[in-house]
């Protein structure tokens, strides 16, 4: 079946400008996530959604940061007043609650965002 | 803090000699443990993972790991490796226990090198 899917692919913007970024999540999988990969962080959680229940915010880096997870499927990642700080690559994961499968993040190709 | 540790930024080995990455990771009680693999360009896949049982695990590719509580190790091991098997790759652990949402805690990633 298809794979968690995230548009766009690359995004580059201009410092002080909104970016939103979507991530499609495989079909059936209730736990979403979102973590960001830069050159000196490593990577690092940002986000976790679970079905009804309050998200996860603890690895937001700031206020500028938030996202949503609507009807229990697709997710947005919004940066406002995008900083150059942010220039990262953001990936999205989808994991199942039960199964054989349980417990792994299935991680989808990721944006490449630039701040210029 | 809960972190994981991956000494060895890069790790070089001829092709068809055993290869060893190395995880080690402090984190409270027994955590579930993983390793993914990211090509160029790629979003994280993922290779195997310890959750209970025998200590060591076989993956994709014919990777396995081998968990060892005492030294709070995982070490990703291959018998033979292939030039193919050139990529990075992260050691990753999820806490257990209530208030644990799922969230992974990356390594800062090995590259490893298969020279022919």
């Known amino acids: 079946g298809a794979g968690v899917s995230q548009s766009p692919s690359n995004k580059v913007t201009e410092k002080g400008k909104d970016v939103e970024l979507r991530c499609d999540p495989i079909s059936g999988h209730t736990a979403l996530y979102w973590y960001r990969q830069s050159l000196g962080q490593g990577l690092e959680f940002l986000i976790y959604?679970?079905?009804?229940?309050?998200?996860?915010k603890s690895g937001l880096p700031s206020d500028r940061f938030s996202a949503e997870r609507t009807g229990g499927s697709v997710s947005t990642l919004t940066i406002q007043r995008t900083q150059q700080e942010d220039s990262a690559v953001y990936l999205c994961?989808?994991?199942?609650?039960?199964?054989?499968?349980?417990?792994?993040?299935?991680f989808g190709p990721g944006t490449r965002l630039t701040v210029l | 803090a809960q972190s994981v540790a991956q000494p060895e930024d890069q790790v070089n080995v001829a092709e068809g000699n055993p290869l060893t990455v190395k995880c080690t990771y402090s984190v409270s009680g027994n955590p579930y443990l993983f390793w993914y693999v990211q090509y160029p360009n790629r979003g994280l896949q993922f290779l195997l993972k310890y959750i209970t049982g025998d200590n060591l695990v076989k993956g994709s590719y014919g990777f396995e790991a081998e968990f060892n509580k005492s030294q709070t190790s995982f070490h990703l091991k291959k018998p033979s490796a292939l030039v193919s098997d050139s990529a990075l790759y992260f050691c990753?652990?999820?806490?257990?226990?209530?208030?644990?949402?799922?969230?992974?805690?990356f390594g800062q990633g090995t590259t490893l090198q298969v020279k022919p």
């Open positions: 990753a652990v999820r806490p257990k226990g209530s208030g644990n949402t799922g969230k992974l805690i």
């Open positions: 994961a989808s994991s199942p609650v039960s199964g054989r499968s349980y417990n792994e993040q299935f």
């Open positions: 959604f679970q079905g009804n229940s309050a998200p996860d």
